[in-house]
């Protein structure tokens, strides 16, 4: 069944691509944010600059190698990331990416979120599940295999504390505009075990876990094309001088750098991976 699945074809640029998408299954819920199946061709090389973001990705690999900060990849995990990086290919591509929450690597994985953190490896454990993606004959098949993979996986994995989940949640939902110390105290626990058990289960610092919700709601935001004083506003910076120092020490570049710099089919799937709503004050 195709379980909602939609397909989308689409050229510009220099590069056709197709992807597909379907919610997880419900089963899953709490341990994978997305999946999205793509195949892309580019006329030539493709480089991508990767920014921070709340979700551990994982690459199903179904075409040739991607260069990840110039080593050459198959199939790989990347933890959270405290800042930017870069992706390389040239020709043609296939795969799935999952987006899990850091609970949900730790389960399916069976890896601790701090031992992910700033790290892209490869895990003999998702080689059975490429190996069962690659029979499959449309995306519908393969997305039915890897949900039937996931579900097996997270048979008997680890469980959560749920205080950091709950911490974590909070951060989600707030965009990292919150105190640590607040939170600490609403737990129960002093900062400095917050902080340690933090780090442990979610992969980041609270600081820099908050510090990157934040950029990635501005990140978003900017490339929906909502202006930059309004953004810098939203997300709670000082100014916009502040959002741009951001950007430099988070991305890179400059917030109207990073938005220029985007090919078609990644300002497709930043605008349809993840819904982001201004708060109404904001609008």
């Avoid at 050229?11 to 793509?38: H, K, M, N, Q």
């Amino acid at each position: 069944m195709d379980g909602g699945l939609v397909v989308d074809r689409q050229e510009a640029g220099g590069i056709r691509w197709e992807s597909a998408r379907r919610p997880p299954d419900p089963r899953l819920a709490g341990l994978v944010d997305g999946v999205t199946g793509y195949a892309e061709h580019a006329d030539g090389p493709v480089v991508r600059r990767t920014t921070p973001h709340p979700a551990v990705t994982v690459i199903l690999n179904l075409g040739p190698p991607i260069a990840v900060q110039g080593r050459r990849l198959d199939t790989f995990v990347a933890g959270l990331h405290g800042t930017w990086g870069t992706t390389e290919f040239a020709g043609s591509q296939r795969g799935v990416e999952l987006r899990l929450t850091p609970h949900g690597a730790h389960r399916l994985l069976r890896i601790p979120p701090g031992e992910l953190a700033d790290q892209v490896v490869e895990l003999p454990v998702l080689d059975r599940v490429v190996d069962r993606l690659a029979d499959a004959t449309d995306w519908a098949t393969a997305l039915d295999l890897l949900d039937a993979e996931l579900l097996a996986l997270a048979d008997d994995g680890p469980e959560p504390d749920p205080a950091v989940q709950w911490a974590w949640r909070a951060m989600r939902v707030r965009h990292g505009d919150l105190r640590i110390a607040d939170l600490a105290d609403e737990i129960g626990w002093s900062r400095r075990h917050f902080v340690a058990r933090f780090r442990a289960e979610v992969g980041l610092p609270p600081k820099v876990a908050a510090r990157m919700l934040r950029f990635h709601r501005a990140n978003r935001l900017l490339v929906r094309g909502v202006p930059a004083a309004v953004v810098s506003a939203a997300c709670g910076y000082t100014d916009q001088s502040h959002l741009v120092r951001e950007f430099r020490a988070l991305a890179g570049v400059t917030p109207g750098a990073f938005v220029a710099e985007l090919d078609p089919e990644q300002v497709t799937f930043l605008q349809d991976s993840e819904p982001v709503e201004l708060l109404a004050s904001d609008a």
